[in-house]
């Protein structure tokens, strides 16, 4: 009898949320945090997830916006006699419950992970068919954030089943940030807009710039490099914005790569307002490595309330020149070199003028604005703009890096 009225009370929960929406505020700006699986994949435990939220906390990752820290694949038990999933709990000892009230206790938050499909990528148990269960589940536990995958989901229609989640995550009355993860393999930037806070563009992102550090290492499948990445998803910037974000994957800062590299990939995510999710080893990061991911200039120009994806403006001399229109008139520009040489370039800002009409309805306006010139890398003072048609003093962009600038107009 308790199996059917639970039963009961969820498909009451369906008639009464046909018309609900996604939570509201959880994304006015990219979300900020940590997740399990680029560095760990399937081997997570409670020791982990706990070393890693005290590290965010010591290391100053939350004070710097990194508030979630979430769970990928591989945490599920089974399911139980009424159909609610359970935890690990040879991974998870005390439970999700109370690894959710410690992320609370530092000031951290706690996400998820599920799928559309009958099964997970890794083969954990899926939400079809459970979808208010698991969206109670994760409620109860005090879940702040659920990434839902696509493995597993022949036949099954990806706006309604995503859709079937939001109103879940809704019904079940606590706010929860909901990441799609569709891949964009069904266009997903076209319609997500109103059903997540933000939808994945592209397949899974490895360790490299231009090419796989290891290719050995992947054996079932093969991910895409940084710049492949960037290639699909900044063609799709009018699609994302405040509630809403295009997501190019998760950050592999730290994990592999050089240090120019690693400071280009976290420069372009910051200009395309990506999301920030970590996928390093917090408890064992180099300096280098957190001067990268706390660059407070770098993370200000992601978390810019104004919310426009950067414009890849145009190539020149083999450098791909990007512009970001800011909150409050100021520009980000970020001068990438993904050759495989050093490349001196001498600007001149009067290639520069255009206005942003896709999106924005900006306009660099170089030729009658002058802009103070800040290195968002080096922090310091580069000059003014040109209102000249000329070049002015060469810099260099070293390889696999990039020169990123704050541009705030001279009143």
């Known amino acids: 009898m308790k199996k059917y009225f639970i039963i009961a009370l969820l498909l009451c929960g369906m008639a009464t949320s046909a018309m609900a929406q996604k939570w509201e505020h959880l994304a006015d700006t990219p979300q900020m945090g940590w997740s399990t ?7 997570i435990n409670e020791e982990k997830i ?3 939220i005290d590290a965010m906390v010591n290391e100053g990752l939350r004070d710097a916006g990194y508030v979630y820290v979430n769970i990928d694949d591989c945490w599920h038990g089974k399911r139980d006699a009424n159909g609610f999933i359970t935890e690990d709990r040879q991974k998870f000892p005390h439970g999700l419950k109370w690894l959710a009230d410690y992320a609370h206790s530092k000031g951290m938050k706690l996400g998820i992970y599920s799928d559309c499909g009958t099964n997970t990528c890794a083969g954990a148990p899926g939400s079809l068919g459970h979808e208010y269960q698991d969206a109670l589940q994760y ?8 990434k839902e995958d696509w493995c597993n989901t022949t036949d099954i229609n990806p706006i309604g089943a995503y859709t079937l989640m939001r109103d879940a995550l809704r019904e079940a009355g606590r706010p929860i940030f909901f990441s799609m993860c569709e891949w964009g393999s069904n266009k997903s930037w076209r319609w997500a807009k109103d059903i997540s806070h933000s939808s994945r563009t592209t397949g899974d ?9 290891d290719e050995e290492k992947y054996t079932q499948w093969r991910p895409l490099t940084v710049m492949q990445i960037v290639a699909i998803n900044d063609t799709l910037r009018q699609y994302a914005g405040p509630g809403h974000w295009n997501d190019p994957d998760m950050l592999e800062v730290g994990n592999g790569m050089t240090v120019n590299e690693d400071r280009a990939h976290f420069t372009l995510w910051c200009m395309m307002a990506a999301p920030l999710i970590l996928g ?3 408890r064992s990061m180099s300096q280098e490595t957190k001067d990268i991911i706390l660059n407070k200039n770098l993370i ?3 978390q810019d309330k104004l919310g426009v994806q950067a414009l890849h403006f145009c190539d020149d001399q083999g450098l791909q020149f990007w512009f970001k229109p800011l909150e409050n008139g100021d520009w980000a520009m970020t001068i990438l070199n993904a050759t495989d040489s050093d490349v001196k370039y001498a600007i001149n800002w009067q290639k520069f003028n255009f206005t942003d009409t ?9 030729d ?7 290195n968002l890398w080096t922090h310091k003072k580069e000059g003014k703009t040109n209102l000249k048609d000329k070049a002015g003093k060469p810099i260099t962009v070293p390889t696999h890096d990039v020169v990123a600038y704050r541009l705030s107009e001279v009143k």
């Open 368 to 374: 009658k604005k002058v802009y103070a010139i800040t």
């Open 205 to 213: 992102i490895g360790v490299g710039f231009t090419r796989l550090v």
């Open 358 to 366: 896709q999106v924005s309805k900006k306009s660099t306006d170089f």
């Open 37 to 43: 699986w680029n560095k760990f994949g399937k081997n």
């Open 139 to 146: 409620a109860r536990w005090g879940m702040d954030y659920l």
């Open 280 to 282: 390093n080893d917090l």
């Open 50 to 52: 706990v070393g890693i």
């Open 300 to 302: 200000a120009i992601n």
